[in-house]
């Protein structure tokens, strides 16, 4: 099925291409949610979410760039106002933790954990501790590195999702490697 009649189907609510849609793109929108926010459960939401509003705003789709162009600013979109709320609400939930309903400032002593080594444990503090430093970037350096290095997208499909010029991608891919490099060293100390 061609894009332009993977489209036109979609436009006339055909089930079998919408099924194709997803099975042609569901994975790569996975992956960029999952880039995004860190979280297999999380970003198979918001990949459901991205294709839910495919599907409805499918007429909106100019084809003045590629379906699959498209899709990835959808899931970049829907994947940064997702961590963007999920931030508020920790940060609400932490404000009523540490002050209670009450305002009154609440006990904050926490359990210490076992300092026991534990490989599964280590590997999942680095890449949250990775996803934090990712967190930190600038918007556009953060939505560059995520599709380059967890998409594996190239440069030039990454500038068409970003409508930006090729040396601006480069230029942010590589500001945002120096900025994890700066973030990670203490860390790794």
């Known amino acids: 099925m061609s894009e332009n009649e993977l489209v036109e189907g979609i436009?006339?609510?055909q089930e079998a291409a919408f099924k194709e849609l997803v099975r042609l793109y569901q994975k790569q929108v996975i992956a960029t949610c999952y880039g995004f926010v860190g979280n297999a459960a999380d970003a198979q939401d918001i990949a459901q979410d991205v294709f839910i509003e495919?599907?409805?705003?499918?007429?909106?789709?100019?084809r003045e760039a590629k379906l699959s162009t498209w899709i990835y600013r959808m899931t970049v979109n829907k994947s940064i106002?997702?961590?963007?709320?999920t931030i508020r609400r920790q940060w609400v939930k932490s404000i009523e933790h540490f002050f209670g309903k009450d305002g009154i400032e609440t006990q904050t002593v926490t359990a210490h954990k076992?300092?026991?080594?534990?490989?599964?444990?280590?590997?999942?503090?680095k890449k949250i501790?990775?996803?934090r430093?990712?967190?930190?970037?600038?918007?556009?350096?953060?939505?560059a590195?995520?599709?380059n290095k967890f998409d594996d997208l190239s440069y030039q499909q990454i500038s068409d999702i970003m409508e930006t010029s090729l040396s601006s991608v480069e230029s942010l891919i590589h500001r945002a490697k120096m900025n994890l490099q700066k973030y990670l060293v203490n860390y790794y100390k």
């Open 81 to 85: 106002n997702y961590k963007r709320q």
């Open 133 to 143: 430093a990712i967190d930190k970037l600038p918007e556009n350096q953060k939505i």
């Open 114 to 125: 076992s300092d026991e080594p534990n490989d599964a444990m280590e590997e999942n503090e």
């Open 54 to 62: 495919v599907f409805e705003s499918i007429g909106k789709f100019r």
């Open 129 to 131: 501790i990775l996803h």
């Open 11 to 13: 436009l006339n609510k």
């Open 145 to 147: 590195f995520t599709l």
